[in-house]
Nanobody
Framework: EVQLVESGGGLVQPGGSLRLSCAAS????????MSWFRQAPGKEREWIAS???????FLADSVKGRFTISRDNFKSTVSLQMNSLKPDDTATYYC????????????????????WGQGTQVTVSS
């Protein structure tokens, strides 16, 4: 059974940090490209960051310089380090897995992903 289980969400003050983790099982993690999306109430799901199986990384402009994505193929985990958090970062964060086509920005498109986690809530508020 394929599983993606996110953890690490919570309530944090503006300017604070959180580290989200996503534990994968049931598929060949090291061969998959991994991404983080987020969705705030009343808004569409938004792509945040991707790390390919070859370790290339991509970050949305809205989080560049504040968030970092990384993966550990031995532990089958992908992490999102979030620093300098803002109230606008409040959302449910999801990890997703896919074998994306080479080139282009396919990582932006949710329908390309085969597997999704259940999400973890991040709330940035004073």
């Amino acid at each position: 059974e394929v599983q993606l289980v996110e953890s690490g969400g919570g309530l944090v003050q503006p300017g604070g940090s959180l580290r989200l983790s996503c534990a994968a099982s049931g598929f060949s993690f090291r061969t998959y490209d991994m991404s983080w999306f987020r969705q705030a109430p009343g808004k569409e799901r938004e792509w945040i960051a991707s790390i390919y199986s070859g370790d290339d990384t991509f970050l949305a402009d809205s989080v560049k310089g504040r968030f970092t994505i990384s993966r550990d193929n031995f532990k089958s985990t992908v992490s999102l380090q979030m620093n300098s958090l803002k109230p606008d970062d409040t959302a449910t964060y999801y990890c997703a897995a896919a074998r994306l086509p080479g080139g282009g920005t396919w990582y932006l498109i949710p329908t390309f992903y085969n597997y999704w986690g259940q999400g973890t809530q991040v709330t940035v508020s004073s």
